[in-house]
């Protein structure tokens, strides 16, 4: 933890594993970028962790991984009794009001909107959170509020309500000042098909620290398939989802199903029942576990972030990822219009920028 009167140069905010492993990247890129400015100052990480066990495991390996590479790691309970949220602003506030840098991982986390209003950093980075990277960019570009593609539009309740004015104040804080007062860098690895809007810069993510720390790894002779919490988020049916993975898995030969840290118990338990799957949950990002290996040479997954990582995570390995698109009828009822284009957009631009191969369930 800070001492009470620390000057803080830079301070992340991150809450879930992927997160804490870009900024990790973006850290080791910005210090070869001030290579010749002098020792760049290693950041301060405020992890906010989420409730479920999952997620919680991998964000603590994560963060003696960070720690071992020289940052300051805070472990904040803000979820979990009605007191925390206010407990966390009032611990944090003096911390954030003295950083010279913000990062944060999920530009869409409500939370993350309440603490960066505390500030008055000039120096705004968002690292990579997969696909909603992609998704931020867009809405910024367009002038349209800061909702996860996968949520519905609708009527807004009592808690959207509430939390309208903290979204809207944190959005013009994400947007680069029109004087030169304020900057905005977006540290990814996704593309970028539209560009970025006038005055934010663009930082390529090559995963360099993740393949200058593990690795390479030994291939295996079968495939691999990679998991998604498409069915958690309600846009895939589950039986359809099912019906994919026990195909994908008689076509390619897959051995084993590595679970995203959201996937249900009750489905992975079903889905190794009917496909005979060895199910593993990672204790670490996809990335890193890849990395580290043993890993297929061929790794099979649905869109996902992962067909924009892991081929750079992995290129100098000879594995191979490969793409399956979800079809538009499997999606839910409920899934919201943007579902479909969404995630075609995500497998196309994979297809362009990696030169992947498709595979079809089927």
Request: hydrophobic share 40%; charged share 25%; with cysteine.
């Amino acid at each position: 933890m800070e001492p009470a009167g620390a000057a803080v140069r830079t301070l992340a905010f991150v809450e879930s594993p992927v997160q804490l492993l870009n900024v990790l990247e973006w850290d080791h890129a910005h210090r070869a970028g001030a290579a010749g400015e002098g020792r760049a100052e290693r950041p301060t990480v405020v992890v906010l962790p989420p409730l479920d066990p999952m997620s919680r495991g991998q964000l603590r390996r994560m963060a003696e991984l960070a720690r071992d590479e020289g940052m300051t790691v805070r472990w904040q309970e803000a979820r979990g009794g009605a007191n925390a949220p206010v407990r966390t602003v009032r611990e944090l506030a003096p911390l954030i009001r003295r950083a010279r840098r913000i990062v944060i991982g999920d530009p869409f986390s409500r939370y993350v909107h309440l603490l960066v209003g505390l500030g008055r950093a000039r120096d705004l980075v968002v690292v990579d959170d997969g696909t909603a990277t992609t998704e931020f960019v867009t809405l910024l570009a367009t002038g349209r509020p800061l909702v996860r593609w996968h949520r519905r539009a609708g009527r807004r309740g009592p808690r959207e309500l509430l939390l309208g004015p903290v979204t809207a104040a944190a959005r013009r804080r994400l947007t680069p000042d029109a004087r030169g007062r304020r900057t905005v860098t977006v540290f990814t690895a996704m593309p970028l098909p539209d560009g970025a809007p006038p005055g934010v810069r663009v930082a390529a993510n090559d995963l360099a620290w993740t393949r200058s720390r593990f690795g390479p790894p030994r291939l295996t002779g079968g495939a691999d398939l990679v998991g998604t919490s498409l069915v958690e988020t309600g846009v895939v049916d589950p039986e359809r989802y099912l019906e994919a993975v026990r195909a994908l898995a008689a076509a390619h030969h897959v051995t084993r199903y590595f679970a995203h840290r959201r996937e249900s118990a009750a489905k992975l338990r079903r889905l190794s029942e009917e496909t005979g799957l060895e199910i593993v949950r990672p204790d670490l990002p996809l990335e890193l576990i890849a990395r580290r290996g043993p890993v297929g040479r061929t790794i099979l997954s649905f869109p996902s972030t992962v067909v924009h990582t892991l081929p750079l995570a992995l290129a100098d390995t000879g594995s191979e990822v490969a793409i399956c698109d979800v079809d538009p009828s499997w999606l839910t009822p409920h899934a919201s219009a943007r579902a479909a284009g969404f995630l075609s957009g995500v497998t196309g631009t994979a297809r362009d920028v990696h030169r992947l191969r498709s595979v079809r369930a089927a």
